[in-house]
């Protein structure tokens, strides 16, 4: 009778309860095996088999209604659960978007595939061999303190890369002009101001071949610059130095933010400095083993976070790396 209504509602509780009233000290099986005693000694083994059997059969029907009334916990808490997983997923509508120094990268790289460039990587952690010495930066030469480096401790001779022109060393170590190729990547200097972060990407373009002259490497760099700016900002190219280039310039883009009138971006100049440029020093040529009787070549290195900067009108260079997922989030696919 009683387990019929524990099976109606069953619960752990009242299983326990039942186990007690049965198999308890008090319980009805204990009390039966304790009147043993009062019945004959023949009858006894008798009794105390029929009293076995009974007590076994009890509590397998406990265990039953034990296993039973866990069951019917679980199903509960399953027809309460407050998620329905069974329904469709609803999306929120809202996607992911690229960094404007990806979007800007992409397109530099589509304007530099169209124009037959092939993509090469190289090291952000370089010898000092690759970073300076074989782009002509004499030891001890004050050139070397252009560029604010992050030694690397304990390895000596070794650097984070102060800039992508240790790639220029990488390739024409490693293959036989003509080349022409182009190595977009992370750079980094002790820096940090409005237009100055310590790591930020520069692409770097190589062209190595017979014949290569200035009007090739201008050719490349206003198609770049025209992909990305159109014809609307002004661009000026003046003469500047570096050691693994000669002659060497240095490209200025008209500063947005005032159209060139002068403000704190461009420190009232009226224009930003985006990239250095040049044709390939004779002493690099040497020092990878390629003749320079023979061979011309140009290289430019430009910043990639400099271009973004321009092309978005950011105030300041450093919300790129700042994570603010708003901020990041406005830039167009295209820009
Ligand atoms: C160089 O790094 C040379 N390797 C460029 C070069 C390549 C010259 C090939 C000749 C031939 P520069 O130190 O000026 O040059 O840096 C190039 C560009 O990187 C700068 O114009 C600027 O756009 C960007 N840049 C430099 N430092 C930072 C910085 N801390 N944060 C953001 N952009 C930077």
New binding site residues.
């Given amino acids: 009778e009683q387990k019929s209504a524990l099976a109606a509602n069953p619960s752990a509780k009242g299983v326990e309860e039942l186990r007690v009233a049965f198999l308890g000290r008090k319980g009805q099986v204990t009390s039966i095996m304790e009147q043993m005693r009062n019945i004959s000694k023949d009858d006894r083994p008798e009794a105390g088999k029929i009293i076995n059997k009974t007590r076994s059969k009890i509590e397998s029907a406990i265990e039953e209604l034990k296993a039973e009334a866990e069951e019917f916990l679980i199903q509960q808490k399953l027809d309460q659960a407050p998620i329905d997983i069974s329904l469709p997923v609803q999306s929120s509508g809202a996607k992911g978007s690229l960094h404007p120094v990806t979007l800007m990268r992409r397109v530099l790289l589509k304007e530099f595939r169209k124009l037959g460039f092939t993509v090469y990587d190289g090291p952000e952690v370089d010898l000092d061999l690759y970073n300076f010495s074989s782009l002509n930066f004499k030891d001890d030469h004050p050139a070397r303190d252009?560029?604010d480096t992050f030694f690397v401790k304990d390895f000596d001779k070794t650097v984070l890369r102060?800039?992508?022109?240790n790639i220029?060393i990488h390739a024409l170590m490693n293959q036989q002009p003509p080349l022409r190729v182009v190595s977009p990547g992370r750079?980094y200097?002790c820096?940090?101001d409005l237009?100055?972060?310590?790591m930020?990407h520069?692409i770097?373009c190589l062209v190595v071949d017979q014949n290569i002259s200035m009007g090739d490497m201008k050719g490349v760099i206003d198609t770049f610059l025209k992909a990305i700016f159109g014809d609307d900002l002004e661009t000026r190219l003046r003469p500047s130095y570096?050691p693994?280039?000669e002659p060497?310039g240095?490209v200025d883009l008209q500063c947005v933010s005032c159209r060139g009138k002068g403000c704190r971006i461009c420190s009232q100049t009226g224009w930003l400095?985006?990239?250095?440029?040049?044709m390939i020093h004779p002493n690099v040529f040497e020092a990878v083993g390629v003749d320079s009787e023979r061979y011309t070549g140009f290289?430019?290195?430009?910043?990639i976070?400099?271009i973004a900067m321009l092309r978005y009108g950011l105030q300041d260079?450093r919300q790129l790396f700042e994570g603010n997922q708003q901020f990041l989030g406005q830039f167009p696919i295209q820009p």
């Fill in positions: 252009m560029q102060t800039h992508t022109s220029q750079t200097r820096d940090s237009t100055h972060t310590p930020f520069q770097e570096f693994f280039v060497g240095e400095e985006i990239g250095g440029l040049g290289a430019f290195g430009f910043g976070d400099r260079l």
